[in-house]
């Protein structure tokens, strides 16, 4: 009697398991897994490791469409891997719950490996070398804070769960197939804007360490890309790319720019241009838009046949359809027979 009662317990926790591994958002696990969920929640889904992070460091909880398009592509692209978008605002789960008033929140929610949990610092850093900075640390007195503390958390997180972190406008289109990774923007520099290694990678600990010892967050970048380079410089002995192949050091890989940056960052206007032939973009795994170089806030209109426009109908479908904008007159209900 006890022996079957045990028996069946083992097949109940085995089809979870099972159903866990494939769906993500299973009943099995349903108190942990609530649509927006707990913070237990949160370390359950990092602690398989293979999780694709994305961070909102500002206290936005109403993300772009570019935001949208990132975050959903990964998913696409990632379809047996938890995507969590963390975001800084959103305090607490109830607090989203109840006012779930963002298109983008509630068309990520629904993807089946897309998760959305606050972003605590504090206790992000704990049992790390960032904490006792983070403790010392007067934000409000900083100039770069939102940089400085996204730079901060993506480090921490990657070490504690292992993972990829991307940025948010990091648009995936196939899988990067490497576990410790940095991606170059150029010859011998490294950015900070995607990056994946297994758990506890001693590469961002001394990364944290360094953060600490030098920091100085009046210079921009100081804490994010020079930092990535110079821990690098420090592990491998760096050289010029050959043609598009990558570069590997001890168990580290140094991706070509290609892989992310295929279009450089003087460049980046052309993702918002019509292209007589788009690139193919084969050498590359997801293509970074240089969101911050868009300061006058160009959006990706219906339509508009850009390059950009192009790669969002293709690569995430639910944010194309539901939050871009059309040209003023193409705003039609065009599939009902009944409105002409
Ligand atoms: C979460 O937010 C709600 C609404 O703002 C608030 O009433 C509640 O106390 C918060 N809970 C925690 C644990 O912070
Ligand atoms: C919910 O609404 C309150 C009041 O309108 C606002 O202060 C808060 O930021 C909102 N929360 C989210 C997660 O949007
Ligand atoms: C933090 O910095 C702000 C802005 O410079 C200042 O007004 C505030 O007094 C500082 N707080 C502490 C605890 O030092
Ligand atoms: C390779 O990576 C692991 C972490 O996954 C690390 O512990 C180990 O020291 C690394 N090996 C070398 C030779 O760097
Ligand atoms: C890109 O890859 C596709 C499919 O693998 C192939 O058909 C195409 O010829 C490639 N294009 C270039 C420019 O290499």
Redesign the pocket.
């Known amino acids: 009697m006890l022996m079957k009662l045990q028996l069946s317990l083992l097949i109940v926790l085995l089809a979870c398991g099972f159903l866990y591994q494939f769906t993500l958002k299973s009943s099995c696990l349903f108190p942990f897994l609530l649509p927006y969920k707990s913070q237990q929640g949160l370390e359950a889904l990092l602690g398989h490791g293979r999780s694709i992070v994305f961070l909102e460091t500002s206290e936005r909880t109403e993300p772009s469409p570019l935001v949208s398009c990132a975050v959903e592509s990964a998913a696409k692209v990632y379809p047996e891997q938890p995507v969590l978008l963390l975001l800084k605002g959103l305090t607490n789960s109830t607090q989203l719950l109840s006012n779930s008033t963002s298109p983008a929140l509630s068309l990520l929610s629904a993807i089946d490996n897309v998760f959305l949990f606050p972003l605590d610092m504090k206790s992000l850093f704990e049992d790390t070398p960032l904490f006792s900075w983070y403790t010392r640390i007067?934000?409000?007195?900083e100039r770069n804070w939102l940089y400085v503390s996204s730079d901060a958390s993506r480090l921490a997180i990657i070490w504690k769960y292992g993972g990829v972190y991307m940025d948010s406008d990091v648009i995936s289109i196939r899988p990067i197939p490497e576990e410790n990774f940095l991606a170059a923007q150029e010859s011998q520099f490294s950015s900070n804007g995607v990056f994946g290694f297994l758990p506890h990678h001693p590469f961002l600990w001394q990364c944290m360490e360094n953060f600490v010892e030098n920091y100085n967050s009046d210079i921009w970048g100081h804490q994010g890309p020079y930092l990535m380079t110079r821990i690098l410089r420090v592990w491998c002995k760096l050289r010029d790319f050959q043609e598009v192949s990558d570069l590997r050091c001890m168990n580290l890989s140094f991706l070509h720019p290609q892989r992310f940056y295929p279009i450089s960052y003087p460049a980046w206007k052309r993702y918002y241009e019509v292209w007589d032939t788009e690139p193919s973009f084969n050498d590359s795994y997801a293509l970074h838009l240089w969101n911050h170089m868009n300061r006058e806030g160009r959006a990706v209109i219906r339509g508009s046949n850009t390059l950009v426009e192009n790669l969002y109908r293709k690569y995430c479908p639910r944010t194309y359809r539901d939050l871009l904008q059309g040209p003023e007159e193409s705003v039609t209900w065009e599939w009902d027979p009944g409105n002409k």
């Not at 007067?138 to 007195?141: C, F, R, T, Y």
């Open positions: 007067n934000s409000s007195a």
